[in-house]
Each structure stands twice: as structure tokens, then as C-alpha cells.
């Protein structure tokens, strides 16, 4: 029996993951006949049938589900391998792949990776920017080495590092009555028109849980996938919104007429921090990359 390859393992996970050949090819940066006879020779090699395809689907054989399963881990422990390599060195002296929320890449992104530049002018950080349940996906499937998200989210066999917290504000026009309540507290938004990024961005989910609200005490007239489609909708008096601190900090409302407020309250706030798995050699060096990350949020 001949070994399968690496590669012949990657596209059957894809083909596993899509459920189509030609979403599998693009995700693997082939052709789809490149990938269909990178299936085709995987098959060979092993002697067996690990997929089936009709008309309407492409579905694996209870074999080929046991063969993605164990190639899978294979993978990941491939990554770790070239990972250990990577930084057996000195730190920050190889290459990382690091993945990161949409709402927290455009404004810590610029100064980490221009520090990067200067200190460790030989370390190459490639970043993906995705929500967060596809990130941790990517991270178990050995795609990505480390995250910087929201902290907590829900994922088996990873560590996690907090960071920093980042306060809510409020913010909404100048004419709302919110905007000159003597006190703010977040119980002041019940019954309110707030407007939140669209379900699978964990700003939603992390702000509702700051403010202690559920869906069903505020009204949702408008959900968002960017940040700065929410504060033009709330400058054109659709509602009020909640922003992270460090989208405030970086002048997300801009020239427009929006007034931002903090709460007179402890707590309203989400924490952000960093995730790998747990089997990673390189946890030393992702503690040493949070301290850096940790210390230019506090700047």
C-alpha cells in the first residue's frame, strides 16, 4: 500500500468540510480537477472508496468519515510540528498565523504588527480577520497557530490568555434624551431602539451580556455587519448603539454629530484576550506576543 500524501489528506478534509468539489478546490487553491484527482490517487493509495457523489451532493463513506477524522488530527499535529520548528529559535523569529475578530483587528492591528516591524524585523505574522466561531474552527483544524478575540467563547482543548478589557460606551445623538440622563446605566436601554452587529459577531452577544439585556428588552430595528455602517444608521436617528472603547479611541464616529458616553456603572465591558490549542509548543511565545499586545492597548 502506498503512503497517502499531505496534500491528498488536506483536499479530502475539504471535501469533508464543503461538502462540494469545486468550494473545496477554491478553498484549497486548486483546480477542481486537480482535486478531484488528488482524491482519486488518495483512493488508490489506500485501496478503498472515501467519497461518493451524485448529482445533488457529495457525501463521504462511513470509512471516508473515519479517514477525515484521523487525517485531521494528522494535520494539526503537522502544524505543530513545523510550529515547534518555527520557534525553536528565538522568539518572534519565524512565521505565526494569527486570526482576528472584525471588531478588534482594524484598531489594534496597525500599531501590533507596525511594533512587530521594528522589534523582530524577521517575523512574519499573517493575519485573517473572520468572526469568531469560524476562527476557532480554523485554529482546531490547525489552519491558524493563535486568536485574538472576545474572551470567553465556547471552544474544547484550547487556552486562553486575557488580555484587557475594553469598556462599552454609548452612543447616540445629541437630541436623544440619553444623551443627557444624569446617571447612564445600562438598564437605561430597555425598550430602546439599539442597533448591534448582525447574530455571529460576538460584539453582539458580549454587549446584551454587559448590559445584562436580552433580545427581547430592546427593540432591533437594524443589524449591521461593520461597525461603521452602525454609527451612520444612529447619526441618521435610526436608534442608539453600543461601541467598544478602543473603536471610540481610534474616532470611529468621526465628524458626525454623535455623542459618545460611558456608563456609570462597573463592569460594562468585554474583555479581550488570546486562544491556541492546547498541544501548541509555542505557548511561551504567545504569552510574550499577548504582553505586547496587552501593553500597546494601554497606551
Known sequence: MRQPTLKQLRYLCAVAEHQHFGQAASACHVSQSTLSAGIGELEDALGVSLVERNNRRVFLTLLGEEVVERARDLLVNVEDMISLCAGAGAPFQGRMRMGVIPTVAPYL??????????????FKLFIREDLSQALVDSLLAGELDVLLLALPFPAEQVETMPLFEDDFFLACLDSHPLATRSALKSADLKGESLLLL??????????????????????????????????QMVANDIGVTLLPG???????????????RAFDQAGVRRKIGLMWRKKTPRRVEFRQLGELIAGLAET
Open 198 to 231: 448582525e447574530e455571529g459577531h460576538c460584539l453582539r452577544d458580549h454587549a446584551l451580556e454587559a448590559c445584562k439585556l436580552r433580545d427581547s428588552q430592546v427593540s432591533l430595528p437594524y443589524q449591521a455587519t461593520s461597525l461603521a455602517t452602525i454609527v
Open 109 to 122: 492591528l496597525p500599531d501590533l504588527l507596525g511594533q512587530i516591524r521594528i522589534r523582530h524585523p524577521a
Open 246 to 260: 478602543m473603536a471610540v479611541k481610534a474616532g470611529i464616529v468621526g465628524d458626525t454629530a454623535l455623542k459618545v
